[in-house]
């Protein structure tokens, strides 16, 4: 079983989102965008409890909060447990709460209309009231008779599991579904694991309700028949032997007072006697606690006393772990058939904190290799390109507000596989994107998602360069402006697709190579102006349009026009000991530094790729 989707409604800073979900699903964006309020909205749906003003979107506690979740992808164990809300290959839940009627939990399941009425009624009194009028006007349903408020619940539910052919899709309670109070287990199916960015690693690693430490023992010893069988055999040996002793040093001395006590009162009550024997205990041992403390060259400490980095990644280790467990599983007997592994998802805030790069790069690898298999997802909010897979861009949403909008209210964009290949139709083959990423492209698209907006260039001397134009003027970082070197201008559509996909802007520029004459030179620029949108040129003048520039020849040629440009290179080239024929150092600084204002052109592009934030 797995989450396919979600809807939020009204739940702080969201007020209306949908959002699909996959094996890893990546929530990027701004900060105050929503991506947190996601993982939160869904621990919610799957512990409950009571909201706070501040949890209601606008902070309107008058309003509605509502967080549906759709699951999918059933084993015949998860189909059996959930019953009749399995509709077709779906089961969408519903958690609300309102100051009208506080929280409840529905699912979307099969039901008999006429149950459906009975339902509604809150108070025990109405709903018996309302099943015995049912059964008096209806005894054709052969209905049993209920006392008391669960018997009318079981009644029905027993009815409708006999008579599946008078069912119709409705909302119905799905309370026994999440346990009385809600928890964090559906029906034993299904756990949620949050590990917010603010935590505790000393609190979540000790043994208690709620805890990762706790949650993990849960899945991997809790469950056991074999731990259960001889804690319950320990019981019954304890409560034994008790009796045994009480008997055997006790129980002389009662049958003695006993006697005593019935002589006397039989001087009162001829027929009366007493009777003193040891009463059987009552003993519950209690659950088994476990502690947790660090071993580090022999030296055994607290959590709390390791740095931040350490019980980062004590978290980790016991998140990793916590996805890979199996449960024990029994028959209606009580008999081990074998094992299984609840479905688990598993979501993270800022996986980075306190990671440096190599380690930060392998735990998103481990993370994606836990999702790989049948029962594990895996959803993160996250601002570090190490835990961007451009690779997989699908995984990717990309949150942000809309203008003019105090609250995020569900602007999320995703790159689709559907899409990504349709916008490089006819240029770049769909099997040959993936590959071309992970060559050249990963980590200059990982770090362009995070961008308002991404100039995308064939080299990195261009790159340079066009850094350079704009610190003139304070610089691309400060726009929020990502460059992305594509490697070569056949690779320039790549970048652009995905991240015109996920709506963050992008301005391509590239060379017409026409002093070059190259044979495939003509059908590379034409493939690319016919990517672009514009009319197909073989060798398309020196211009700037909108979303992208283009040089007759190329970069090169154009600065020729600057003056005191070459100039200024050599001079640098000279300051930095840098005499590559190609330098993006010496680029950037030399058109920083060149006193002549640049040519119209240049300052166009700049022009235009600011206007896109």
Not at 93 to 120: D, H, N, V
Not at 270 to 287: D, F, Y
Not at 369 to 375: D, K, P, R, T, Y
């Amino acid at each position: 079983m797995r989450i396919a989707r979600a809807h939020i409604v009204n739940f702080r800073c969201l007020s209306d989102l949908r959002l699909e979900f996959d094996d890893v699903t990546v929530l990027v964006g701004a900060n105050s965008t929503g991506k947190s309020t996601v993982l939160h909205a869904l621990r919610w749906f799957f512990e409950g409890g009571p909201l706070e003003p501040e949890d209601f979107s606008g902070c309107q506690p008058d309003a509605a909060v509502s967080v549906s979740v759709t699951f999918t992808d059933f084993t015949s164990a998860d189909r059996e447990a959930l019953g009749s809300y399995v509709v077709g290959d779906e089961a969408t839940f519903w958690r609300t709460f309102s100051a009208e009627q506080s929280e409840k939990l529905t699912g979307r399941g099969q039901a008999y209309p006429a149950f459906e009425e009975i339902r509604k009624h809150n108070k025990a009194i109405e709903k018996r009231r309302a099943y015995s009028d049912l059964r008096a006007t209806h005894p054709e349903l052969a209905l049993p008779t209920a006392s008391s408020q669960q018997a009318v619940d079981e009644a029905m539910r027993a009815w409708e599991s006999e008579h599946p052919d008078a069912l119709e899709e409705s909302r119905v309670s799905a309370t026994h579904l999440f346990g009385f109070t809600g928890g964090s287990r559906l029906n034993g199916r299904f756990d949620f694991v949050l590990v917010p960015a603010v935590s505790d690693p000393e609190a979540e690693t000790r043994d208690g309700r709620g805890t990762l430490l706790r949650q993990l023992l849960d899945r991997a010893v809790g469950d056991q028949l074999s731990l259960d069988q001889r804690l319950k055999a320990l019981e019954e040996a304890t409560i034994s032997q008790m009796q045994e002793i009480m008997e055997a040093e006790g129980g002389a001395t009662l049958k003695e007072l006993a006697k005593e006590i019935s002589d006397e009162l039989a001087r009162l009550v001829p027929a009366g006697s007493v009777i003193l024997e040891p009463q059987q205990p009552a003993i519950r041992l209690p659950s088994l606690g476990v502690t947790l403390r660090i071993a580090e060259g022999g030296l055994e400490t607290a959590v709390g006393r390791q740095g931040h980095g350490f019980q980062r990644a004590l978290l980790i280790a016991i998140v990793q772990q916590l996805a890979g467990t199996r449960t024990t599983e029994a028959d209606g007997a009580g008999e081990v058939v074998g094992e299984q592994r609840p479905a688990l998802f598993l979501a993270l805030e800022e996986p980075e904190l306190y990671q440096h790069p190599v380690q930060a790069r392998h735990f998103a690898s481990s993370l994606a290799a836990l999702a790989s298999g049948e029962s594990v997802q895996v959803g993160y909010a996250t601002h570090s390109e190490h835990f961007v897979d451009p690779a997989r861009y699908e995984r990717l949403r990309l949150f942000r507000r809309r203008s003019n909008s105090q609250w995020p209210i569900g602007d999320v964009t995703q790159a689709t596989i559907t899409g990504v290949t349709q916008r490089l139709q006819g240029a770049i083959g769909a099997n040959e994107v993936a590959t071309r990423i992970r060559i050249t492209l990963r980590r200059q698209i990982a770090e362009a998602v995070f961008a308002r907006a991404v100039l995308i260039v064939e080299g990195h001397t261009d790159a340079g360069f066009f850094h350079g134009i704009a610190d003139r003027d304070g610089g691309l970082d400060a726009d929020g402006i990502s460059v992305v070197v594509a490697g070569g201008k056949t690779n320039l559509l790549i970048p652009r697709a995905i991240l015109e996909e996920l709506a963050v802007p992008t301005f391509v520029v590239f060379d017409g190579d026409a002093s070059q004459a190259k044979p495939h030179t003509p059908s590379d620029n034409e493939k690319l102006l016919r990517g672009l949108g514009a009319t197909p040129e073989a060798y398309p003048p020196t211009h700037v349009e909108e979303k992208f520039a283009s040089f007759h020849d190329d970069l090169e040629a154009e600065t020729s026009s600057w003056d005191g440009y070459s100039q200024q290179h050599d001079i640098v080239r000279a300051e930095l000991g840098d005499w590559r024929g190609k330098s993006e150092d010496v680029n950037r600084s030399a058109a920083a530094a060149t006193p002549a204002e640049p040519p119209k052109i240049f300052t166009d592009i700049i022009h235009n790729l600011r206007a896109l934030v």
